[in-house]
């Protein structure tokens, strides 16, 4: 919340990118950060048009279904929020 980036914040907290992207997930899916300050807004559409067309929700078949485009973290974040705005 302080505009630093996941590698900046796994760095001063000693934990890899993956575990504060994690955290940003659940905070995401909680309504607590917008995916939008996180990721680029082209890979929040790209993912979000796919689980949209295809109903998919299983991060690994995302995954898949891109080509391995993206990296599990992120769509795991996108794919907080796509289901948040479901509920």
């Known amino acids: 919340r ?3 980036t996941v590698d900046e914040i796994a760095g001063i907290r000693n934990l890899t990118a993956g575990t504060i992207k994690q955290h940003l997930a659940r905070w995401i899916a909680k309504g607590e950060i917008d995916v939008r300050s996180v990721l680029p807004a082209e890979t929040i559409e790209a993912v ?5 067309e295809t109903k ?5 078949a995302i995954r898949s279904g891109l080509g391995n485009k993206y990296d599990y973290s992120d769509i ?4 907080s929020n796509v289901l948040k705005m479901r509920d």
């Open 2 to 4: 302080q505009g630093k």
């Open 76 to 79: 795991r974040m996108i794919a």
């Open 56 to 60: 998919i929700v299983a991060v690994g």
């Open 48 to 52: 979000t048009a796919f689980m949209e």
